[in-house]
């Protein structure tokens, strides 16, 4: 049997809002997101032994093996599933490690996606729902890869209609681990950051046929909250959501999850690839895409 392949698109958080910590340690949030036309790419060679192989230009940022999610999210679901089908995955890095574009994850989620071909499993079968999300919090969004409204600690998603919105990501090549940034956030068990009344009072997102201003415009109500802190940690975030802003077109620009990773939305592709490139000739040493959202 030939190889399977999918790709583990970049997931970004068009906005975050923390809406608390529960008493169990974990974060409730609310978070629009996207996801952009930048991804690893994740094969699947069908036989009796698990592993896990890694190649591409961020191979060697994704440190051991063994830790690696594909590996863990593989795992799990044959604890879920008796008698499931394996094999050897080959993973060709390409998107930034420890960077609020979901990497990570979104390799997790295609080996995920990857098994339930090679075993007919529906994305829709409740063990894969659960491995998924007992994987990562930002694993259920990435399965599906879709446009969404992500509440919860990840494991509630109501699709929504974006348009297709050229964008630039820019990554300074720093990793940031989102542990450090809910740290230094600082919320106790049991605080709420956001009240009821800012919940009752929640934008509605556009329609279908919504346009980019439209989404632009309800967007720049709603922030990242992680961006505070995460700029804390690493001011040189704030270094590249000046290079963003500064750029002709820009129609909104911030930090995708908990950082490094900063975005911005342009009206047309042609800005968005003059934007791109004045930033890679301005700072040739960080990780600049030039693309689209959806």
């Known amino acids: 049997m030939p190889a399977l392949i999918e790709e583990g698109r970049a997931k970004v958080n068009l906005s975050l809002r923390v809406v608390g910590r529960r008493t169990d340690g974990y974060h409730d949030l609310q978070s629009v997101v996207a996801f952009a036309d930048c991804a690893d790419r994740l094969a699947l060679d069908p036989g009796a032994e698990l592993k896990l192989a890694t190649t591409g ?5 994704c440190g051991e093996t063994s830790d690696n999610l594909v590996l863990k999210a593989a795992r799990l679901l044959a604890e879920a599933v008796p008698n499931l089908k394996l094999g050897a995955f ?3 890095k390409v998107l930034p490690v420890a960077a609020g574009i979901g990497g990570g994850s979104a390799d997790a989620a ?16 409740p063990r894969l729902q659960r491995v998924a999300l007992a994987t ?14 992500m509440t919860g600690v990840g494991e509630q998603l109501l699709p929504l209609a974006l348009p297709r919105m050229p964008c630039v990501m820019v990554n300074p090549r720093v990793p940031v681990a ?5 740290r230094e956030l600082g919320l106790r068990n049991g605080e709420l950051l956001v009240g009821a009344t800012s919940v009752l009072e929640a934008p509605a997102w556009p329609d279908e046929g919504g346009s980019i201003a439209d989404w632009v415009e309800v967007l720049e109500t709603v922030p990242n909250d992680l961006e505070a802190p995460a700029l804390r940690i690493e001011p040189v975030i ?13 129609k909104l620009a911030r930090m995708s999850g908990s950082g490094a990773t900063c975005f911005a939305i342009y009206g ?26 959806s």
């Open 57 to 61: 230009p961020l191979a060697a940022a």
């Open 110 to 125: 295609a080996a995920l996606r990857l098994l339930a071909r090679l075993n007919d499993l529906s994305l829709d079968d």
């Open 238 to 250: 704030g270094e590249v959501l000046e290079a963003l802003r500064d750029t002709a077109g820009v």
């Open 136 to 149: 990562g919090a930002d694993v259920p969004v990435c399965l599906f890869s879709r446009a969404c409204d």
């Open 90 to 92: 080959a993973l060709d």
């Open 268 to 293: 047309a592709p042609t800005d968005a690839h003059a934007a791109a490139e004045k930033i890679r000739r301005d700072h040739p040493g960080w990780w600049v895409h030039s693309g689209t959202l």
């Open 178 to 182: 989102t542990k450090d940034v809910f």
